[in-house]
């Protein structure tokens, strides 16, 4: 699948707002005043504006208000309630907090709950694709919450929990590529069920249906060299995981190391998110003679 | 709602037979005509005239080289647009409603003032049939010529897809699937018309034909075409020995 900056970064930031959201929510990190303010306004912010961010990413952004109304079926309307219902819930608990002193925390509790729900849609309308092997299986959503927990304590400055974290979630993510390297193959679409000719060696493209690219080709059959993939990910392990979890497990963690922490984090996950676009196969590429 | 209909009884749709297809494309420029022009229309392109054109399409074919273990190669033209599937993941994921399948005759429409553009019904599909306007940022997908096959303006000869109207090899067959008595749903019978990626558990209404088995022996005309003479003669050999030697 094409790796669409808007997509990366919106899965990327809202993820870490919402984590951040939720440790606050949660009261596993409760900062008190100016500081406890600029906490609540980054994690409103960035979940925020990523959401901003996602809609401009539409062909009609004007339209954006009629994706509330099919949550009965579509994730994607369900990813929609489920973040403002957090963002409105967070912003209420965050202002009587700030405002008046009064920490409600069932509220904090509830507000947790729909920001890791809102993690979890988004995950939901990659994972819910049958098309798209890679994605469809129960770790897609998993790593996405996992992404938002660890983020969010390291951004909440958890320095233990955000190691510990880190460490679970970077083995997390060895599984989830070993795996999605398999699901294709075990998904039972082919090129021969795909067409319904031939044996798998005797068939191939002959003719492609246009000579210049079109939508489907540049949405969904992106392709990236193999020996790319390697060193990306060795990249996206060693920075977003491996590097920060030892920083934050050093005996004394001053927030010089733990800033370091934080962007190498920010960097290697962008990097995971990029590769889970970009190796992400669709099955209608079997028609572009891609894969077998 | 975006939620599927339940079990219907009319399911329109196409039968495509992959042994008479001669891969011509008349079909993707009917649809493309109809389209552009008609109450849907326009179905646009991004620098037609440019280096890079390109455009939205809601019928493509592609054509295939078979290679079986004995016999010769054979091409199979694959023409593919919406098979206006029974459960249609592409329904489903809409956030807004966009897209929908009708209840009377099972055909999977999107309502344009309604789509916002998202693309995610492009890549719920399995088989590629959806494609973005690149102008209009709205999606579009095959309609089953809708606003033909119930036009009671046109001649009773004109309402049917316009590429099945077009197809000059009789490739194209339109009827109701749903009802086992139908022209369609007999040929499908008698030839063993089956589904396309059956894995991915769309229920696709439309169906394919496969291709006949080829005659083993396809040389009819060999025998007529005895080899002539391999060495050349008379005044021929003469011109032949002299050249050698120069
Ligand atoms: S072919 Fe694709 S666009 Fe058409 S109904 Fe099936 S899934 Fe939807
Ligand atoms: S692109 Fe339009 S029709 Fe497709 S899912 Fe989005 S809103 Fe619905």
């Known amino acids: 699948m094409h790796p669409a900056p808007s997509l990366i970064a919106f899965s990327l930031l809202s993820g870490l707002g919402f984590g951040l959201l939720a440790m606050l929510g949660l009261g596993i990190a409760a900062p008190e005043g100016l500081v406890g303010t600029v906490f609540w306004g980054l994690g409103l912010g960035l979940s925020g504006s990523a959401l901003l961010a996602s809609a401009f990413h539409l062909g009609h952004p004007e339209r954006a208000l009629k994706a509330f109304s ?38 904090g509790w509830l507000g947790a709950l729909l920001a890791l729900g809102t993690v979890g849609a988004t995950a939901m309308i990659y994972a819910q694709l049958r098309t798209v092997p890679r994605w469809h299986h129960w770790s ?30 970077g083995a997390g993510q060895l599984a989830a ?8 193959a075990r998904s039972g679409t082919s090129i021969t069920r795909a067409t319904g000719l031939g044996v798998p060696d005797g068939i191939r493209l002959w003719e492609a249906p246009h000579t210049g690219q079109n939508y489907l080709t540049r949405e969904m059959v992106f392709v990236i060299a193999r020996k790319h993939v390697a060193k990306l990910r060795v990249i996206a392990a060693v920075f977003g995981y491996a590097a920060p979890a030892v920083l934050l497990l050093l005996p004394s963690v001053d927030h010089a190391i733990a800033a370091v922490a934080v962007l190498c984090h920010i960097f290697g996950a962008a990097v995971s998110r990029w590769l889970f676009f970009a190796e992400a196969e669709h099955v209608v590429g079997l028609y572009y003679g891609r894969g077998r | 709602m975006t939620d599927l209909p339940p079990a219907l009884q009319v399911k329109l749709g196409l039968v495509i037979d992959l042994d008479t297809c001669v891969g011509c494309h008349a079909c993707v420029i009917a649809c493309k005509g109809w389209n552009t022009q008609g109450d849907a229309g326009p179905l646009a392109d991004a620098d037609a005239y440019g280096k890079a054109p390109e455009g939205a399409f809601l019928n493509r074919v592609h054509s295939f080289e078979l290679t079986p273990e004995t016999g010769p190669a054979q091409i199979v033209h694959f023409p593919k647009s919406c098979l206006h599937c029974e459960t249609a993941p592409c329904v489903t994921v809409c956030p807004t409603g966009a897209s929908y399948k009708r209840v009377e005759d099972g055909i999977v429409l999107v309502n344009e003032t309604d789509c916002i553009g998202c693309g995610l019904c492009a890549w719920a599909c399995p088989y590629g049939a959806r494609e973005m306007d690149p102008v209009e940022k709205v999606m579009k997908k095959c309609t089953l010529c809708v606003d033909r096959i119930y036009n009671e303006t046109l001649p009773e000869v004109d309402r049917v897809p316009a590429c099945v109207r077009t197809c000059p090899a009789g490739a194209r067959h339109f009827g109701d699937l749903g009802d086992p008595d139908s022209a369609v749903s007999q040929l499908v019978a008698e030839r063993g018309g089956y589904d396309l990626m059956p894995d991915q558990e769309t229920g696709p209404v439309n169906k394919y034909l496969p291709p006949r088995p080829r005659d083993a022996e396809i040389d009819i005309l060999a025998p007529f075409l005895e080899p002539v003479a391999e060495e050349p003669r008379g005044f021929m050999a003469w011109l032949d020995r002299t050249l050698e030697r120069i």
């Open chain 1, 140 to 169: 897609t959503p998993a790593l996405f919450i996992g992404h938002a927990l660890a983020g969010g304590s390291l951004l909440a400055g958890k320095t233990v929990l955000a190691g510990i974290l880190l460490i679970a979630l």
């Open chain 1, 177 to 184: 590529w070993w795996l999605g390297d398999r699901l294709f």
């Open chain 1, 70 to 107: 099919q949550w009965r079926s579509s994730w994607l309307s369900r990813e929609a309630w489920l973040a403002s219902a957090a963002m409105a819930v967070f912003a209420l608990h965050a202002g009587l907090i700030t405002f008046a002193g009064w920490r409600i925390a069932p509220l």
